[in-house]
């Protein structure tokens, strides 16, 4: 048990829960968690220690809030995408206060990682789906879009599986785990690793992470309220479906031509 007061200054908490590792990781810190939300979370970290909650507990209301966010998106109209967009800031900045909270309590554990995970894999998995719904006008007229929304949410499931298994597979073949930098994610082959950094300044890829998703389900929903219809959601969806093949086969190739498998 830690025993680390409870009433810390920020500049204490920062020092503690915010380490240089955090931010030098290629691929686990999001750019608001650079931008702007890990200077926020300290606050609300900082009133999560006056309360009996615990780091897990943090994690489950980061995970509902994903999945309150994707219900929203089946909802019609502006407001509700808006809703969507503020539920997964609030998750972004529960994100960031779980791991805070740990790391001052001292109560890292791989339960938390796991459930962090799952957090993050059952939210982006839902959005598509939600996106679907709302495309095909709601929950009572559930159909075809839905169904499309289906095939994005699985190919976002496998793009997430592919990074998974390099952790599985590294795990079994006796090997520490992967660091995450960019050296080790770049292919070994030049060409590859150009065309790499060429795709890295148009990040479409991006549109399957929760606050990017978000964020663009609330653009269609405005072309959807000015134009009048669902064909702005609708347009968005259909150009999900291959985006989400291609990123899963560039993923795939990016993987077996780096280091992360050496």
Excluded at 80 to 107: F, K, N, Y
Excluded at 113 to 126: K, N, Q, S
Excluded at 236 to 252: E, F, Q, S
Aim: proline content about 5%.
């Amino acid at each position: 048990m830690s025993t680390r007061t409870s009433a810390p200054s920020i500049a204490e908490l920062r020092a503690v829960t915010q380490p240089p590792s955090i931010f030098e990781r290629n691929s686990g810190e999001h750019w608001a968690g650079r931008l702007y939300m890990r200077r926020l979370s300290p606050y609300l970290t900082r009133l999560l220690l006056r309360t009996p909650i615990t780091p897990n507990g943090v994690t489950w209301l980061m995970i509902l809030s994903g999945i309150a966010a994707a219900a929203a998106l089946t909802l019609p109209g502006i407001w509700p995408a808006a809703l969507a967009v503020v539920l997964i800031q609030l998750q972004l900045l529960l994100d960031c206060s779980d791991g805070e909270l740990a790391r001052w309590t001292e109560r890292k554990s791989p339960a938390g990682i796991y459930l962090d995970r799952l957090g993050h894999y059952v939210t982006e998995a839902l959005l598509p789906v939600g996106l679907g719904i709302r495309a095909d006008g709601g929950w009572e007229h559930i159909g075809g879009w839905t169904t499309l929304g289906l095939v994005v949410s699985v190919l976002v499931l496998l793009v997430k599986s592919e990074t998974v298994l390099v952790t599985i597979a590294r795990v079994e073949a006796g090997l520490p785990r992967a660091q995450d930098t960019r050296a080790v994610a770049a292919p070994r082959a030049a060409g590859l690793a150009a065309a790499r950094s060429a795709l890295g300044r148009l990040p479409f890829f991006r549109a399957f992470v929760a606050m990017e998703a978000t964020l663009l389900a609330l653009a269609a929903a405005v072309g959807d309220e000015i134009a009048g219809d669902l064909d702005v959601t609708r347009g968005l969806l259909i150009a999900l479906v291959p985006i989400a093949a291609v990123t899963a086969a560039g993923h795939l190739l990016a993987i077996l031509t780096s280091s992360r498998l050496r």
